[in-house]
């Protein structure tokens, strides 16, 4: 096999171009193989493999920069950079990253795991190239999706990167449009033309000519450049780049490698910003991620020979799904309630919301700042919009959450999904910050459900508040456990005793309600006896009861899935003016490895609170 002679880009470069198209096949059955046991983002990754093998080729990296935004399409990449022996390990604890990453490999020059990003991070390692002008002026490549291009960020970095003419390529990578055969040949044709260095010095000197006969000659430029933009732009959908100030090149067909390194080979050494524009197929050389590359774009386990998932029952329910049926349902009697996610609607289950009710619902891409502030317009209009957003993306619109939603006091609810620990995506995934950073927010309610039942009561209760609200949820099944008391009603700022004891006292939210029962049992069998809180909201908290509690029992603990520097201990702390032991996450990044694993490596399962708890009031 060609894959096991290859441990470097250098490898690479020693086959002939005859030979890609093979290697491209074995890449991605090694990824499909992979993916179907460890889970991933397959189909995106699939889509960018020939680009990827023509990058390495005609590049001389690590020399040279490539950064992928988001990098979920960056398989090939780890496969062709020393990685394919340990690629096994993808997204296993102590394994490699499903995502680019700095740690790794000196071929990652960042660690990305969000979109919209490459363009800014590419012109800014340019910009600093320039400025040291370092005596080997390395190539620097941004590699985005046409996702990246709803992200306002994008256009930002696309905007300065023209406005510099730094002499940077940017490869837009598209798979939602197809090529007319005559439009692309045409195009193909075209671009042949406008990339060979024959050309390119003649524009040049006939740019120079012209700019020496002063004004007219100015005159005469821009018109001959107008002439060669209008034929373009008859056949070629770059008119927007180039209005941006980019050389546009494209689109080719993404899988043809006989026509890739030839164009990128000669666009390479072309000055100033560039867009090579490439078409692909997600999910291309698998059945079933070709004819499903939504559910393959981040997928578990599945079947190769079928593409049927692994591991997951009708039975199971997880708060996606609680949260999903929920909205539906509170929407067919109330026609206020809209709809909006941030390209997630599969992910955060919103996708069914847009089947019942096509017209309430908005995917505004991958656009967060500008899902918060649109719902914020919606709201000031009389409706009741939920915003459903994954806790690591929500980061991106702190900004839009303050000063268009909080200090106008609108009501608009966010439900963030995969708040806590999420496993296998990461480093750039969890979601472990929101509490801190969004309980600082005046006019903000924030609330964490203990199970599926409280946090379909929560959303009912959300859309009734007439407030700004958050309602954060964990990855994964809701718990099933019985409590011997339980307050259905929800009241604002007011948590819930689901067990008392003398010992000590523990007030947790949401997810970690269960297991801090679960901890208590066992220190019960122990003869160590506790009173278990559940908080309900990490904003506004229910002082009086903590107060009143903390008066009652020397040692009080709080826990919580989240970082605990300005978390909800430090809330419950400060309110009851009196220490807490925090039971959470410490500030710092957390790598990959399964949810499981994660909770017990940070103690959050219910031996580990145990132990914390034992070790404080029985300590050696």
């Known amino acids: 096999m060609l894959l096991d002679g290859i441990n470097s880009p250098q490898d690479l470069r020693k086959l002939k171009i005859e030979e890609l198209p093979a290697l491209a096949t074995e890449i991605r059955q090694r990824m499909t193989e992979v993916v179907a046991v ?53 997204r296993r604890y102590q394994g490699i990253s499903g995502f680019p990453s700095k740690d790794e490999s000196i071929f990652d020059c960042f660690t990305t795991g969000h979109s919209s990003s490459a363009v800014s991070l590419a012109l800014g390692l340019t910009c600093a190239r320039d400025k ?22 994008c256009f930002e970095g696309l905007n300065n990167a023209g406005h510099l003419k730094k002499d940077i390529l940017v490869i837009l990578n598209t798979n939602e449009m197809s090529i007319a055969p005559n439009v692309g040949a045409i195009s193909n044709y075209l671009n042949k033309i406008i990339s060979l260095p024959v050309y390119n010095r003649f524009r040049e000197s006939l740019e120079h000519f012209l700019l020496a006969r002063g004004p007219q000659g100015s005159r005469l430029l821009r018109l001959a450049n107008k002439f060669e933009e209008g034929i373009k732009n008859l056949f070629i959908p770059g008119m927007l780049f180039e209005e941006l100030g980019f050389r546009y ?12 390194i030839p164009t990128l080979r000669k666009i390479i050494n072309i000055k100033g910003p560039r867009i090579l524009h490439v ?24 079947d190769i020979q079928t593409g049927v998932a692994l591991n997951r029952t009708q039975k199971e329910r997880n708060y996606t799904d609680i949260f999903s049926e929920k909205l539906v349902e509170l929407a067919k009697v109330d026609n206020k309630i809209i709809a909006i996610t ?86 750039t995934h969890q979601g472990i910050f929101d509490i801190s950073f969004l309980s600082t927010i005046p006019n903000l309610t924030i609330m964490a459900p ?6 379909e009561s ?98 009080i603990f709080s826990a919580e899935e989240g970082v605990i520097d300005l978390g909800f201990g430090s809330s419950v702390e400060n309110a009851i003016n009196k220490p807490v032991v925090k039971i959470g996450l410490l500030c710092e990044f957390i790598p990959h490895g399964t949810r499981e694993v994660m909770l017990d490596k940070y103690g959050l399962t219910p031996q580990g609170i145990r132990n914390k708890i034992k070790a404080i009031i029985c300590p050696k």
């Open 38 to 90: 460890s889970g991933g983002h397959l189909a995106s990754s699939l889509g960018a493999v020939e680009l990827i093998i023509a990058l390495h080729y005609c590049l001389n990296t690590p020399v040279d920069k490539i950064i992928f935004d988001v990098g979920h399409q960056a398989y090939a990449h780890k496969i062709l950079t020393g990685r394919n022996k340990e690629f096994s390990t993808l």
């Open 132 to 153: 040291l002008q370092q005596s080997e002026q390395f190539k620097v490549v941004a590699v985005i999706g046409d996702g990246s291009l709803s992200g306002g960020l």
């Open 249 to 260: 090149f494209g689109p080719l067909d993404g899988h043809n490698i006989e026509e890739l």
């Open 279 to 302: 078409v692909t197929k997600k999910g291309k050389g698998y059945f079933a991620a070709e004819n499903d590359p939504v559910r393959f774009h981040g997928t578990g386990p599945f």
């Open 342 to 427: 941030a390209a997630m609607p599969e992910g955060t289950g919103l996708d069914k919301f847009h089947a019942a009710f096509p017209d309430r619902f908005f995917d505004v891409g991958i656009a967060e700042a500008h899902a918060a502030c649109f719902a914020a317009g919606l709201a000031k209009g009389g409706f009741k919009p939920v915003v459903a957003i994954y806790s690591t993306f929500l980061q991106r619109a702190y900004d839009q959450i303050l000063e268009d939603v909080a200090l106008q006091n609108l009501p608009v609810v966010f439900c963030i999904d995969r708040s806590g620990l999420v496993g296998e995506d990461g480093v």
């Open 450 to 455: 203990k199970d599926g039942a409280e946090l």
């Open 458 to 555: 929560m959303l009912e209760f959300a859309l009734k508040l007439n407030k700004p609200v958050v309602i954060r949820y964990p990855k994964g099944r809701t718990s099933s456990q019985q409590y011997p008391k339980y307050n259905p009603d929800i009241k604002l700022a007011k948590a819930e005793v689901l067990r008392e004891g003398k010992d000590f006292a523990v007030i947790a939210l949401g997810s970690m309600v269960n297991p801090a029962f679960e901890a208590l049992e066992l220190l019960e069998k122990e003869g160590i006896s506790g009173t278990l809180i559940n908080a309900r909201f990490a904003k506004p908290i229910d002082k009086e009861l903590f107060i009143e509690i903390s008066k009652k029992v020397k040692n």
